[in-house]
């Protein structure tokens, strides 16, 4: 049950008196809050000389007038807090019972403030149970303060999403034979990379056939919802049998570089193609892609994971052969959306990734590896080397990551390390450590100076994520 709205947040800021600059910090905390229709009671402005000073604290604390109590933490706080010492001592001796005698608590709100010189987070022992928003890190603070302002209103910050169905993969059956399973063995035997070659190349270009050929013979002129979406479902077997072949990928010398060719080449003949199959189509070749890169990270081929990313495709469609990043496999799937949104009888931001993320191949990836790769692909057209557009991949699953714990996170957090950075800047194609970071500095600029366009959907809370949300410039590589 979600909480209800506040329409006149009021609040009580506690926090340890430190130097002039920190004090200021506190104060221009509060009056952003106070411009954005908050009201806030807090010591500076709200305890006059001859006042006294726990009758004050208390009656903040207690005043059920007050929606919440934002505590702002530091490394003074801590001590002081744990110690009983001073104001906070005081405080914390007043609002320590009440968190503890709380059921739900919801008033109390822990919010990291500043970290200490080691980067830690400095909590008191009584708040350890206790989550946390984090305004200690510049590059998101904007972001986190939306955050506290959304839940002081009482806005929910991350809704739970709607029970959705069953899948219907739960009681399936394997949808790749067993004959195409044991044909595929072939390439685990020791023939030459010749030969392997041969068969590999030949199993891709019977796929890129069968997804040409799929329900051509179909009367799929004006279908209803659910024969559409029922059409997309049965590209499925297509989809497991690419993912069946692409885990043999490593018994193939330069495997990625004949994924790409049957890849660009099925699109550019779908792309010669007319009617609502073509949609279908058009979206197996999108998700797939996501799919390989997914693989291709999961495995840390990060060669393989560069060319693909980095590869420059050619578009061969009624306008000519135009040279063409991997955005070539991006579409929009507008029937897809609306077949999925009146199945559910919801109104999915995408209905397209909700499909994907209902029917995932769990034996390929988990989701966040899915989602991961799909942002990834964002990433890459923000920071890469060789992409060259005017626009970036949108990364339509992005709204299914897990933000306390998703791939997105790890990466970024491993990027403090220098043999990691090294890593990372292979994949998004670039020759040494340096030129990765002119260019993260370069959009981290841009970032900040309000020049770059954020993307997310319309009506979405939740931003696609990019590297400098998550770390700073002058963090990359900065441990060994």
């Not at 726990?54 to 604390?61: G, K, P, R, T, W």
């Amino acid at each position: 049950m979600s909480n209800p709205k506040i329409d006149h947040p009021k609040v009580f800021i506690s926090y340890a008196w430190g130097t002039e600059e920190y004090q200021d910090k506190v104060l221009s905390l509060a009056k952003d809050l106070m411009s954005d229709g908050i009201d806030v009671l807090i010591d500076k402005w709200s305890l006059k000389e001859g006042h006294n000073t726990y009758a004050f604290m208390e009656q903040c604390v207690n005043d059920p007038s007050i929606t919440n109590v934002l505590i702002l933490l530091d490394e003074q706080y801590e001590k002081k807090a744990n110690l009983k010492s001073g104001g906070v001592g005081t405080e914390t001796q007043i609002i320590s019972p009440e968190i503890y005698n709380m059921v739900k608590q919801e008033k109390f709100l822990p919010v990291v403030f500043e970290r200490g010189v080691d980067g830690n987070i400095h909590k008191p022992t009584y708040l350890n149970g206790l989550l946390h928003f984090d305004l200690s890190i510049s590059e998101q603070y904007d972001y986190e303060y939306q955050k506290i302002v959304k839940r002081l209103y009482g806005i929910e910050i991350y809704q739970k999403p709607d029970l959705g169905n069953i899948p219907s993969w739960l009681d399936s059956s394997p949808i790749v034979s067993t004959r195409t399973r044991s044909a595929y063995d072939i390439l685990k035997t020791n023939s030459s990379d010749i030969v392997l070659t041969e068969k590999f190349t030949l199993f891709l270009s019977h796929l890129k056939d069968k997804i040409i050929q799929f329900k051509n013979d179909d009367d799929s002129s004006d279908p209803s919802y659910s024969k559409y979406l029922s059409a997309y479902t049965d590209s499925r077997s297509i989809r497991d049998e690419f993912l069946l072949l692409i885990k043999y990928v490593s018994y193939i010398k330069s495997g990625e570089q004949n994924i790409a060719n049957m890849l660009e080449a099925t699109q550019n003949l779908v792309c010669l193609e007319n009617g609502l199959l073509k949609e279908i189509k058009l979206a197996l070749l999108h998700e797939l892609f996501i799919y390989v890169i997914a693989i291709y990270y999961k495995n840390q081929n990060l060669d393989g994971l560069a060319y693909f990313l980095g590869k420059t495709y050619f578009n061969n469609d009624r306008f000519g052969n135009r040279a063409e990043n991997f955005n070539l496999f991006f579409s929009s799937h507008p029937n897809i959306d609306n077949a999925v949104n009146k199945r559910d009888g919801k109104k999915y931001l995408s209905g397209t990734a909700q499909y994907w993320i209902d029917s995932l191949d769990t034996e390929t990836c988990s989701k966040r590896e899915f989602v991961f790769a799909d942002i990834l692909c964002f990433n890459y057209a923000v920071f890469g080397k060789d992409y060259h557009r005017d626009w970036y991949w949108f990364p339509i699953t992005y709204i299914y990551s897990d933000h306390e714990n998703d791939l997105m996170h790890a990466f970024t957090a491993k990027l403090q390390s220098s043999e990691y950075l090294s890593k990372a800047a292979q994949i998004f194609g670039y020759d040494n450590v340096q030129e990765f970071n002119k260019k993260f500095t370069e959009i981290e600029a841009m970032y900040k100076a309000g020049n770059f366009r954020e993307y997310r959907y319309p009506s979405a809370f939740e931003r696609a994520p990019i590297l400098c949300h998550e770390i700073n410039s002058e963090s990359l590589g900065a441990l060994k």
